[in-house]
């Protein structure tokens, strides 16, 4: 497993964007698959979005989407960096959440069970 640090929750209105940061501690973030997940109050948590592991020095990885959030939320992995990125752009209400980043060392699932290790989690609250 690899410890997981979130950033860039936060307050902002519906139209408004923001983006979520998740860096590994100690580790190659290429050599992980990458996801992000949101729960809501009384709610299951859901999947957002997914990077697969880097494959050469130019790749960064194939990228998903859950159908609420494609055309809206874009995954990336900064390399440089070694940090993975979740811009999220024309929020909504429905949005809020508390957003977590997950990893594993292949990706063989969009679920809950198919990821090893888990951030704290990030606080997203959209108002409208």
């Known amino acids: 497993q690899v410890q997981l640090l979130e950033s860039g929750g936060g307050l902002v209105q519906a139209g408004g964007s923001l983006r979520l940061s998740c860096a590994p501690s100690?580790?190659?973030?290429?050599?992980?698959?990458v996801g992000w997940f949101r729960q809501a109050p009384g709610k299951e948590r859901e999947f957002v979005s997914a990077?697969?592991?880097?494959?050469?020095?130019?790749?960064?990885?194939?990228?998903y989407y859950a159908g609420s959030v494609k055309g809206r939320f874009t995954i990336s992995r900064d390399k440089a960096k070694n940090t993975v990125h979740l811009q999220m752009n024309s929020l909504k209400p429905e949005d809020t959440a508390v957003y977590y980043c997950?990893?594993?060392?292949?990706?063989?699932?969009?679920?809950?069970?198919?990821?090893?290790?888990w951030g704290q989690g990030t606080q997203v609250t959209v108002s409208s």
């Open positions: 997950a990893a594993d060392t292949s990706l063989t699932g969009f679920g809950v069970a198919d990821f090893a290790s």
């Open positions: 100690g580790r190659a973030f290429d050599n992980y698959a």
């Open positions: 990077i697969s592991r880097s494959t050469g020095s130019r790749s960064t990885g194939s990228t």
